[in-house]
């Protein structure tokens, strides 16, 4: 079973910059994707940001230009670094991961989550 622990999350102001990061505990056979989603109280989920097995990047209309995602695959953790933040980023960010392992076939795997805030 593979586990995803987060970690970067925290209290900024607006304009700051955060990074987070997330590493899978299990050696991944086969990566498919990472992603990075987030939910808002009140909000449904919304996808961030994308990489490929291929790294290729996709991002959300609202955090282009401000957010990049990236991975290092020999540490198994992906990152998502987050500059001139705003109110409206505060959420819980959840990492993602579309992979298969030695023993299990492809599935998604899911992060706890951390929490970031904007103060205005």
């Known amino acids: 079973q593979v586990q995803l622990a987060e970690s970067g999350g925290g209290l900024v102001q607006t304009g700051g910059s955060l990074r987070l990061s997330c590493t899978a505990s299990?050696?991944?056979?086969?990566?498919?994707?990472w992603n990075w989603y987030r939910q808002a109280p009140g909000n449904q989920r919304e996808l961030v940001a994308t990489?490929?097995?291929?790294?290729?990047?996709n991002y959300a209309d609202s955090v282009k230009g401000r957010f990049t995602i990236s991975r290092d695959n020999t540490k198994n953790t992906v990152y998502l670094q987050m500059n001139s933040l705003k109110p409206e980023d505060t959420a819980v960010y959840l990492c993602?991961?579309?992979?298969?392992?030695?023993?299990?076939?492809?599935?998604?795997?899911w992060g706890q989550g951390t929490q970031v805030t904007v103060s205005s």
């Open positions: 993602n991961l579309d992979a298969a392992t030695t023993w299990v076939p492809r599935r998604d795997y």
């Open positions: 299990r050696n991944i056979v086969r990566l498919y994707g």
């Open positions: 990489i490929t097995d291929g790294g290729s990047t």
